[in-house]
């Protein structure tokens, strides 16, 4: 097993590299000079210059890209042209708010996905099936950032039970978890909630439904066991699969916030991006996306090591 | 001369093979979608959502550019707007009509670019295999490290606002996608005996390639690339809708949802429509590919 985990990580030095390479790389597609943000209109030439070589930019790209990447490994993502605050620490701060929204999220889509789908394999091919699979596929068809605008105008503009905009109370600028704050999450977190909902619901169901056609479970009610021992094997068997892709939607839950955060307002990594991508700041928008890939790419590590410890039948060799 | 009656009756069987010969795949997958009433429903609406865009110059509409501020925001069934006006008081059926022709083609396009490469890089990789398949591959890998939003919305965002762009962006990410499986079904068909068979016989990389293995492949990555189409038609839309895709004035779903996001406190359901022709097309083209998916699997 060790040696399985220290192979998985080997394995993904090179695709760490690769992602940084990707993130340095964006901030040389965009048209014009990368300078041009923090260039006065009216600069010299001798300024311009001068910058070019304080930001490095006169380099050759290879030697940027080692440079950069140094800087990186120490932490430094260099510092946000708006603020002028370091990009780790905003991203950083940023970041605890799009986990918070993640897990409640996980919390109500990964729960009704699995009940969803385990009812609907058991009662594969009936009408609880057909409205189990039917919620499944409007989950993962709806625009969630058009869902989310509907519960705005039903929870927040008909009702007024809950608000429709921000991640906590006026005067409130740390998260908690008390009502007042709660409340704030209620939305935001069933939209984002629904998408893993239809994915890990049709996971499931097909788990499920896979499970019970083989011949063991023929075996074990031949025996004389109780649906309930029956349903038991069955979860056992679902499980390493269900969860492995339970650990992919967390990922896209935390690195796809972008459109539900702009809806809400939720001063997340993605709201973040957002204001990076209108002031053209690229040092922050670089430092966002490299920060969220990486996080995708290390919670990818950590399933497959994680399905590897579960599942017996996985070869670790 | 005693052989001929017997290569006679061998000539009678050979012409009376046409009059049997069983219906090819496709028209079994036809009658197969046509019979499943979800898909042909499916098929009906996008139809019609597809006619009505490109017919909507001959449609008698009102002009989606015009706008007026004494009739700004008018509800869903007012006398002369059966869908209500917008936040510029320009007339929303026929917004959400020239919208569709906008939306489709932004949707749409990048899953068929992604396609074209995606299969032909797909197919290279798994037939030659070796060094070049390691490096389109792990190529692939890198971009798999990315959730599909993220790199969408960093491409979009460094490139900068725009439909190219949004396009170009959406591409990048299907791509590798398509790729990969397109590599997977070509490893799988390019050790069977027809492949050994051609290549026995002369034929080159390139013959087998687009003769013996895309037509044994194309099926399996058309239907996963139409599973697609509802992911691309929600993302594109999505791109529009945080300003990185169409800019105003023109009719956009994604972008029209933007702009009214303002008005859901004054009139909300009006607001909510372009959304509503996003979630309808999505929805459609994902059943269709459900259904497409099975009626493709004969064994079942």
Known sequence: ?????????????????????????????????????????????????????????????????????????????GNSIATGRPVLAEVMRAVGNTVTLAIAAAIIGFTMGILLGLIAGYFRETWIDKVATSFAIAGVSVPHYWLGMLLVIIFSVQLNWLPAVGAGPSG??????????????????????????????????????????????????????????????????????????????????????????????????????????????????QGTILILALFFVFLNLLVDIAQAAIDPRIKRG | MSELPLSATADAALQAAPATKAR????TVGRRIMRDKVSTACALVLLLIFLSAILAPWLGLEDPYKGSMIRRLRHIGTTGYPLGTDEL????????????????????????????????????????????????????????????????????????????????????????????????VTTGVRNMDFVEAARASGAGPFTIMRVHIL?????????????????????????????LGTKPPEPEWGLMLNTLRTAIYVNPWVAALPGAMIFAVSICFNLLSDGLRSAMDIRN
Not at chain 1, 12 to 25: K, N, Q
């Open chain 2, 24 to 27: 090819g795949y496709w028209a």
């Open chain 1, 172 to 285: 409130s600028n740390s998260w908690a978890w008390d009502w007042a704050h709660l409340k704030y999450l209620v939305l935001p977190a069933i939209t984002t909630s629904v998408i893993p909902m239809g994915i890990v619901t049709r996971t499931v169901r097909a788990l499920t439904g896979d499970i019970l056609s083989q011949d063991f479970v023929e075996a074990l009610r031949a025996k004389g066991l109780r649906e309930t021992g029956v349903f038991r094997h069955v979860i056992k068997n679902a499980a390493p699969t269900a969860l492995a892709v339970m650990g992919l939607q967390l990922g896209y839950m935390l690195g796809g916030s972008i459109l539900i955060e702009t809806v809400f307002s939720w001063p997340g990594s993605g709201f973040l991006l957002n204001s990076a991508i209108f002031q053209r700041d690229l040092p922050l928008l």
């Open chain 1, 1 to 77: 097993m060790l040696a399985y985990i220290a192979r998985r990580i080997v394995y993904v030095v090179p695709i760490v590299i690769s992602v940084a390479l990707v993130c340095f790389l964006l901030v040389h597609i965009t048209p014009g000079d990368p300078l041009v943000a923090v260039l006065p209109a009216d600069a010299s030439q001798e300024l311009a210059a001068q910058l070019r070589a304080a930001y490095g930019f006169d380099r050759p790209l290879p030697v940027q890209f080692g440079l950069w990447l140094l800087r990186a490994l120490h932490g430094d993502l």
């Open chain 2, 89 to 184: 008081g320009r007339d929303m059926l026929a917004r959400l009509v020239y919208g569709g022709r906008l939306s489709l083609v932004i949707g749409i396009l990048p899953v068929i670019l992604a396609f074209c490469f995606g299969t032909s890089l797909g197919i290279i990789a798994g037939y030659v295999g070796g060094k070049l398949n390691t490096a389109i591959m792990r190529t692939v890998d890198v971009f798999y490290a990315f959730p599909s939003v993220l790199l969408a919305i960093a491409i979009s965002g460094a490139l900068g606002a725009g439909i190219l762009n949004s396009i170009v962006s959406l591409t990048v990410v299907f791509v590798p996608q398509i790729t990969r499986v397109a590599e997977s």
């Open chain 2, 215 to 243: 037509g044994n492949v194309l099926g399996a990555i058309f239907v996963y690339a139409t599973s697609l189409i509802s992911v691309s038609m929600i993302l594109a839309a999505g791109l529009s809708f945080l300003g």
